[in-house]
C-alpha cells in the first residue's frame, strides 16, 4: 500500500486516503447561491479518487466575495443552495466534504479572472470594501474601510453563523482561509496592517482575530467536524509575514484545537517574489510541521504521483493537496493509484474504464 493511498485522521474525521483537492474559486454562483455548475463540478471532484476535497472559498457576508459570483453561505437561501448542490457528490463520491470559509477583505469587489479580474467601480457592480487599515491591495484601487470594534464583531460572528450552517448541512469539516492576501492575512501581515489597537503592532496583536475566528467556528461546529486552517507561511517580501513567525500561529493554533493547518504561501502584495517551481513551498509546510506538530496539507505545484508520494514518505507533510491539476485531469486520482500500484473507490458505472495495465485498480463493493 502507497502512503498516498493510506487512511488517515484529520482530527476527528477519518479519511480514505491522504490525497486532498484544494479549494479552487468557480466564479459561478447567483448572489452566493450554488448553481448547477457547482452540483457537477462539486460531485466531479468527488470522484476523483482523492479522500478529501474542499469546497472552494466561500463567503461568510456579501461583502466578504472576491466577486459578486462568489460562493456564499451567510444566510437560508445559499444554506439550501449549497446543500442541494452536494447531493450527488454525496450520493456517487468516496470524499469527505470540507469547505473553506472566508472573507476577501481588500481583495474583494472584483470582476471575476476571465473578465479582467480588476476591482469593480462603485454602482457598476462594485462595493465598498474592509481590511485591517486603509491600505489598498493595488495602488489603483480604492482605499479599503480600516474595521472598527464593531466591524471586527461582525466578522466573528459572520465566520461562527457560517459554520453552525455548514454543520447543518452536514458538511465534515472546515478550512478557515487565512491566507493568499484575504482579510485575516491582511491582519496578520505588517505590510497590510498598521494597527495601532489590540489588533495591530506586536506578532501577538496581529495574530488576535485569527485566533478569535478560529475559536468562533470551533465552538459553532459539534465535536465531530474537524477544524482547520490554510495559512500564506510568508509573503516573499521583507518585512512581511514571515516563516518564524507562522510557526509561532500554528503552535498557537494548536494550544487552540486545530485540528490540520494546510500550508500556502504569498498573495498579500503586489511585490511579492516567488521561486515559483515543482514543490516551491514544501520547505514552508515541512518546517511548520516539524515545529508545531500540526497536522500539514502540503501544496504547491505538486503534480505527479511519484512525487505526491515522496512528499509523505518524506515526512514533509501528512497530506498532499492538488489544485489545477484536478482542474486538467478529474481522474487525477485513478492515476495516480495506478502509478502507485494502489487502489481507490469508483462508481461500478467507470468500472470498465480501467485500462489493463492498471491492474486491480478500483475496490468493487462487495
Not at 448541512?169 to 491582519?187: C, N, T, V
Not at 516567488?274 to 506538530?293: N, T
Request: hydrophobic share 40%; charged share 20%; proline share 5%.
Amino acid at each position: 500500500m502507497s502512503h498516498l493511498f493510506s487512511e488517515y485522521n484529520l482530527g476527528p474525521v477519518s479519511v480514505p486516503n491522504r490525497l486532498v483537492i484544494a479549494p479552487m474559486c468557480q466564479y459561478s454562483a447567483d448572489n452566493g447561491r450554488a448553481t448547477l455548475w457547482h452540483l457537477m463540478h462539486i460531485a466531479n471532484l468527488a470522484m476523483s479518487g482523492a479522500g478529501t476535497v474542499i469546497i472552494e472559498a466561500t463567503a461568510v457576508l456579501p461583502e466578504g466575495r472576491i466577486s459578486d459570483q462568489c460562493l456564499g453561505l451567510w444566510n437560508d437561501e445559499t444554506e439550501m443552495a449549497l446543500n442541494s448542490a452536494l447531493t450527488l457528490a454525496r450520493k456517487e463520491g468516496q470524499a469527505k466534504l470540507l469547505i473553506q470559509l472566508a472573507h476577501a477583505g481588500r481583495k474583494g469587489s472584483c470582476a471575476v479572472p476571465w473578465k479582467g479580474g480588476k476591482q469593480l467601480p462603485l454602482g457598476k457592480g462594485g462595493w465598498t470594501t474592509i481590511s485591517s487599515s486603509d491600505l489598498p491591495f493595488d495602488p489603483a484601487d480604492r482605499p479599503p474601510v480600516a474595521l472598527d470594534k464593531d466591524g471586527i464583531e461582525r466578522i466573528k460572528k459572520g465566520f461562527a453563523e457560517s459554520a453552525r450552517r455548514a454543520a447543518a448541512i452536514g458538511l465534515d469539516g472546515i478550512e478557515i482561509h487565512a491566507a493568499h492576501g484575504y482579510l485575516l492575512h491582511q491582519f496578520l501581515s505588517p505590510l497590510s496592517n498598521k494597527r495601532t489597537d489590540e489588533y495591530g503592532g506586536s506578532l501577538e496583536n496581529r495574530m488576535r482575530l485569527v485566533l478569535e475566528v478560529f475559536d468562533a467556528v470551533r465552538m459553532a461546529t459539534p465535536p465531530h467536524m474537524t477544524v482547520g486552517i490554510r495559512i500564506s507561511a510568508c509573503d516573499w517580501v521583507e518585512g512581511g509575514w514571515s516563516l518564524e513567525e507562522s510557526i509561532v500561529l500554528a503552535k498557537t493554533l494548536k494550544e487552540h484545537g486545530c485540528d490540520f493547518i494546510d500550508v500556502s504561501s504569498g498573495g498579500l502584495s503586489m511585490q511579492q517574489q516567488i521561486p515559483i517551481g515543482p514543490g516551491y513551498q514544501l520547505k514552508l509546510a515541512d518546517a511548520i510541521k516539524r515545529e508545531s506538530g500540526l497536522p500539514t496539507i502540503a501544496v504547491g505545484l505538486i503534480t505527479e504521483a511519484i512525487q505526491a508520494e515522496q512528499v509523505l514518505v518524506s515526512g514533509q507533510a501528512d497530506m498532499v493537496a492538488i489544485a489545477r491539476a484536478a482542474l486538467f485531469n478529474p481522474r487525477w486520482g485513478w492515476h495516480a493509484a495506478a502509478a502507485l500500484g494502489d487502489q481507490v473507490k469508483a462508481p461500478p458505472q467507470y468500472w470498465r474504464g480501467a485500462p489493463a495495465h492498471a491492474g486491480k485498480l478500483f475496490l468493487r463493493e462487495t
